[in-house]
């Protein structure tokens, strides 16, 4: 019998069994690279930036989403793949967010979404847990509130802070939540989360303290280099190879080196 994929289930119950391994992905040929070597693949809103050159995830829309949730689940067949909700398409009402879960869950088929908010949104998680669509939930630095928070700097250096956190973590986890990205925020803050909450943590510039990391990909590959925030460690440098292969190409096209005869197709002769 086939393998099946993994299912959010299983991504919760990895917690105090194994560290659990995330990226994001966004394309088919991506995913299918990827798929044996994670446990599950986010279809991260930061495709806006990565993708599409936008200075924000604010103006990501639910099509996006849709249509490379679609490409990633081409792309694979093991990997959980959980697909971010957009700004705009579920903070309105705990109604709102159902029907565009259900809409994304229905046209690409995969297991589980993700959305952005702390205690305000714990009445939204519960509801959507309970209707059939499991949430992973997103704390600590939520690039969406980017027009209110007006930055991207780590959080949880002073009490305030560090309590708003701990609140919305904790409030997650109760709503129902298979387990909790936290975003930016100092190592004994995700340690002392990791350990309260009954959800495995996943950790994107949150220290080895969460039950998990998720990157983006295009900052792994080494493709994004205009700035290298403190958490990203490139695992490859593939900008500089991208760079080559489009300078030799343009050369051997001046030149006429390439195509080639190989490349080339002739009638048959006889
Ligand atoms: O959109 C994204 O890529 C994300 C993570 C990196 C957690 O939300
Ligand atoms: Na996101």
Redesign the pocket.
Same mark, same amino acid.
């Given at each position: 019998t086939a393998k099946r994929r993994l299912a959010p289930a299983d991504i919760k119950a990895l917690k105090g069994e194994r560290p659990i391994v995330s990226l994001?992905a966004y394309t088919t040929p991506v995913a299918k690279l990827m798929d044996q070597h994670v446990d599950f693949m986010?279809v991260? &809103?930061?495709l806006g930036m990565v993708l599409y050159g936008l200075d924000s995830?604010v103006g990501v829309t639910l099509e996006m989403m849709i249509a490379h949730g679609q490409a990633v689940m081409r792309g694979s067949s093991n990997a959980c793949v959980v697909v &971010?909700l957009p700004f705009g398409s579920y903070q309105q009402s705990k109604e709102q967010a159902f029907a565009t879960a259900a809409r994304v869950l229905k046209e690409t088929g995969c297991s589980a979404i993700?959305l952005e908010g702390g205690a305000e949104m714990a009445e939204t998680v519960h509801f959507l847990t309970q209707r059939g669509i499991p949430v992973l939930g997103?704390v600590g630095l939520m690039p969406q509130l980017i027009n209110t928070t007006g930055g991207y700097r780590s959080l949880g250096r002073n009490d305030k802070e560090v309590d708003k956190i701990r609140k919305d973590a904790a409030a997650i986890d109760d709503a129902g939540a298979f387990a909790i *990205?936290i975003?930016g925020t100092v190592e004994p803050l995700a340690r002392e989360i990791t350990g309260a909450v009954k959800v495995p943590t996943i950790g994107?510039g949150a220290s080895p303290a969460c039950d998990g990391q *998720?990157l *983006?990909v295009d900052d792994v590959l080494g493709i994004f280099t205009d700035f290298k925030p403190r958490f990203v460690k490139h695992f490859a440098n593939l900008a500089p190879l991208m760079s080559e292969a489009f300078a030799t190409y343009a050369q051997e096209v001046k030149a006429r080196s390439f195509p080639g005869p190989e490349h080339t197709f002739q009638l048959k002769k006889g």
């Open positions: 994001t986010l991260g &809103d930061s995830t &971010d993700k997103h *990205v975003e994107i *998720v *983006v």
